[in-house]
């Protein structure tokens, strides 16, 4: 938080820092260790998730903690027309079958089907 | 006690009880924030209702998740259905619509008192 991002490199930069695939030693393997099982999806991803598994949503994700595990959707869905409350957070809670509980400690919804006044 | 009989415990709870609340922790002492609040809520509408804590075997969760298809906890039912978690339950709240529900008066109408709800516009309310 309030980390500055560093200034862009210009492509070249970037490119040299990278080694030549065929530099001649084989490059260090990631060690298995690095892979997180339960990784926290961020709140782009769960945001992109959303919209590609409802198409036409749009959805905002706020991070409620910082920690990255405890995030509120407002999901606007014109497919929740006709839908009860409870079906509706369902459709959501499905695109991340078995994740919410999990590696997503907590989602908090707000399904609405219209945007709030004052949004377009 | 098998998974069965847990899952039957639940299933009992949730056809016998008319107000049933699925929670962490118990309504004296919740185990988390969001149990917290809909046990409060509860409270301020004055209903009668029964808790489960769910945290003492997790099989209770899954068993739970497994009969609502609800992956979350807290888990509300009312007369047998399922009428949400923390956020559902919160919104029906304010909007009055868990009193209906509930089939109680929404407090602070009506017959109760109303101890702080001024009758008509505040006096002298400064921005």
């Not at chain 1, 198409?55 to 929740?80: I, K, Q, S």
Request: charged share 25%.
């Amino acid at each position: 938080m309030g980390r500055r991002r560093p200034v862009e490199a210009s492509g070249a930069q970037r490119g040299a820092a990278v080694p030549a695939p065929d530099a001649g030693r084989p490059a260090a393997r990631k060690p298995a260790a690095a892979r997180y099982l339960l990784r926290v999806p961020s709140t782009e991803e769960v945001k992109e998730r959303i919209e590609r598994a409802l198409p036409g949503a749009r959805a905002t994700v706020t991070d409620l903690t910082g920690g990255g595990d405890h995030l509120r959707a407002e999901v606007v869905y014109g497919g929740f027309a006709g839908l009860s409350r409870i079906e509706q957070h369902r459709l959501v809670y499905d695109v991340f079958d078995g994740e919410i509980g999990g590696a997503i400690h907590a989602l908090s919804l707000k399904t609405s089907i219209e945007a709030p006044e004052g949004e377009t | 006690m098998t998974d069965e009989q847990i899952r039957d415990e639940i299933q009992r709870a949730i056809s016998e009880e008319r107000v049933m609340l699925f929670m962490k922790g118990t309504p004296d002492m919740p185990r988390c924030g969001f149990s917290a609040r809909v046990s409060q809520i509860l409270n301020a509408t004055g209903v009668d209702y029964a808790a489960m804590d769910i945290l003492p075997d997790p099989r209770i969760r899954q068993q739970l998740s497994g009969l609502s298809g609800w992956p979350t906890i807290p888990q509300l039912f009312v007369k047998g259905e399922l009428v949400g978690g923390c956020d559902i339950v919160t919104e029906m709240f304010e909007s009055g619509e868990l009193a209906q529900t509930l089939g109680v008066e929404q407090p602070g109408r009506a017959e109760t008192p109303a101890p702080q709800a001024p009758a008509q516009a505040p006096p002298l309310q400064i921005e």
